[in-house]
């Protein structure tokens, strides 16, 4: 069994895991990081989305022993509920979300999507979030959440 040595939300973590092991699994069950989701078995959900080195990554689509000497923000790393992110506050004020499921993923994917594209239009925003499936909201108040969030964010 590899030990896998990664920054986890700031914090070094250094374990011992079966080579097996999903990052996705590997935070939720090992770190106990329960934010990050699981919403389907096909790669196709993105509820389990985090960042890998400042990447957006489907966490079930990745090794925790791949991780290793990376640096990993989950949900749990972007803000408190107390001082939220700007995508989460952009997220709660456009009423983004309704059971919330993909949500974390959801924000992790715009939250690099906007780092590298400011000013987005609706329909750049669809296309960044393809990978993000949403089985509530019917997308609207998503993509104007993101849209709100580039500007404060600096666009
Ligand atoms: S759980 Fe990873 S894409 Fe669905
Ligand atoms: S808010 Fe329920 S799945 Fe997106």
Do not use: W
Request: with cysteine; charged share 20%; net charge negative.
């Amino acid at each position: 069994m590899p030990q896998i040595n990664l920054k986890v939300n700031g914090k070094e973590e250094q374990r011992t895991v079966p080579d097996n092991t999903l990052l996705v699994d590997f935070l939720r069950e090992t770190l106990g990081l329960t934010g990050t989701h699981v919403g389907c078995d096909t790669s196709q959900c993105g509820a389990c989305v985090v960042h890998v080195d400042g990447v957006s990554v489907k966490s079930c689509t990745m090794l925790a022993a791949q991780a290793d000497g990376c640096d990993v923000t989950t949900i749990e790393g972007i803000g408190t509920s107390d001082n939220l992110h700007p995508m989460q506050e952009a997220f709660h004020e456009h009423h983004g979300l309704q059971c919330g499921f993909c949500t974390p993923g959801m924000v992790m994917s715009a939250i690099e999507f906007v780092s590298k594209n400011k000013n987005p239009s609706e329909a750049e925003i669809r296309d960044a979030l393809e990978g993000n499936i949403c089985r509530c909201t019917g997308y609207h108040n998503i993509v104007k959440a993101v849209q709100s969030a580039a500007q404060k964010m600096g666009g």
